[in-house]
């Protein structure tokens, strides 16, 4: 049997088991191991054991995981989402849908000491929902934009998925970080275009609210400033090369549990709940890695991705082909699957398919960054797409009146936002790599 042969017979047990609901991390190291012994019998699966787990979860740089995990922990319970929200909405709270625009610069904003989607969004929603609500929003559309908004956790550096990539194909972290910020910002700023459509053709579904003094604004913003500095500690620090990206995960964790405990929101079992959260968080990102490593080392044995690159490369399709049908794949798999273990099971066989192929003249290097900002902002749109929709499911849980279907619905135009906007990095690579330049 060839290695695509192997491969193919291998996904088709682990899609079995996902379909028995068994969990994305043990279904691929159940899948893995069986497809490791098929190809290479006990003895030397049972080797391989020995030094797995330590080999994968030594690596020095995956520590940024639980420590970025920590310090979104820690802003959630320090009510520093709250303080972005109240900025956005004093500052454009006035325009048509300002609120639910606001909504998603706070997602952005708590995204940039956060790293993870889910708690984005979770946390946005308990922050922004009942205001939404109080300015007689549309149910639908706050569930929508919020849902669309938490996306931004991923997308706006730091991003836990984005340094498992970076291990994963040996980039610099720093470098992926720089290169997600600006399609970050157009995300944000697409969002909110999407918002000011909806208020203009259906004002009621986003009433203005109140205009504030400038005052209350210049005291909104103020408010925000452990946000700020945090963001300019972490970020500035990596990018200054001051720090490393686990020396600023480090840092921000410190200071993000300075501002929560200034608060008051590390008092009584605060502490330990914010332990607990990231501990949960880590470990289940961990069992997904422990077990996508056994499935690509089985993958490895078989020779499968080199076997499919080669394929691929020699049926001589364009090379927007390749990557349209990359992305086609990634959209579909999004329905299914969480963004995280589609990078996993996915990286390992597309990477070398991207780097065996030209693409405008991209060097190794410059491909291999440009195609994880494109493959993170693919994967991410899985977050609000049904049947999955992790970000929905979130919002639905905090609002009782809005059907999942009906937030669906509502979601389509953002989804729209975000095909333009992988279309524009496709064609425009510099939108990603110019911030590698400056």
């Known amino acids: ?12 047990l682990m899609i ?7 969990h994305i991390g043990g279904a691929m190291l159940i899948a893995g191991s069986i497809g490791y012994f098929w190809v290479a019998g006990s003895d030397p699966l049972l080797n391989y054991f020995k030094n797995a787990a330590y080999a994968r979860y030594s690596v020095y740089d995956l520590s940024v995981v639980p420590l970025f995990l920590l310090m979104g922990q820690f802003a959630t319970h320090g009510g520093l989402s709250r303080a972005l929200f109240r900025a956005g909405a004093t500052m454009i709270g006035h325009w048509r849908g300002g609120m639910a625009m606001a909504g998603v610069t706070a997602c952005a904003g708590f995204g940039a000491i956060c790293g993870s989607s889910l708690a984005t969004a979770a946390t946005m929603g308990q922050v922004a929902l009942p205001e939404l609500r109080r300015h007689d929003y549309s149910p639908s559309l706050a569930a929508a934009a919020l849902a669309a908004g938490g996306t931004l956790g991923i997308l706006i550096p730091p991003s836990v998925p984005l340094v498992i990539y970076a291990i994963l194909t040996e980039q ?8 997600a910020f600006i399609p970050g910002i157009i995300a944000a700023i697409g969002y909110m275009v999407v918002i000011s459509l909806i208020a203009r053709l259906d004002p009621a579904a986003a009433p203005a609210s109140e205009k504030t003094s400038w005052g209350q604004r210049l005291q909104a913003i103020i408010d925000t400033w452990p946000v700020m500095l945090i963001f300019l ?5 990596i990018y200054g090369g001051i720090f490393t990206p686990t020396e600023a995960a480090s840092v921000g964790t410190v200071a993000t549990a300075l501002v929560a405990w200034r608060s008051g929101g590390l008092k009584g079992r605060g502490f330990l709940e914010c332990v607990y959260g990231a501990a949960k968080a880590t470990g289940m990102i961990f069992l997904i890695l422990l077990g996508a490593d056994v499935l690509n080392v089985f993958l490895a044995l078989t020779q499968m991705p080199t076997e499919l690159a080669k394929w691929v490369i020699g049926f001589d399709l364009p090379p927007l082909a390749v990557l349209f049908a990359i992305i086609a794949i990634y959209l579909f798999l999004g329905c299914i699957m969480d963004s995280l273990s589609m990078l996993l099971l996915t990286i390992p066989i597309f990477f070398p398919i991207i780097v065996g192929t030209d693409f405008w003249g991209l060097d190794h290097d410059s491909k291999a960054i440009w195609f994880g900002i494109v493959a993170l902002m693919t994967v ?5 797409t049904p049947p999955v929709g992790m970000n929905v ?13 009906d937030t669906f619905r509502a979601i389509v135009p953002f989804l729209a936002s975000d095909l333009l906007r992988i279309l524009l990095l496709v064609f425009f690579p510099s939108v990603a790599l110019i911030a590698l330049k400056l």
């Open 1 to 12: 049997m060839t290695g695509i042969g192997y491969g193919l017979t291998i996904g088709g």
């Open 16 to 22: 079995g088991l996902l379909a028995l609901r068994v």
């Open 172 to 179: 610099n972290i720093a470098k992926l970080f720089m290169a």
């Open 233 to 237: 500690v972490v970020i500035g620090g």
């Open 380 to 384: 991410e749109i899985g977050l609000i």
């Open 393 to 405: 499911y979130i919002i639905s849980s905090l609002t009782k009146d809005v059907s999942m279907k």
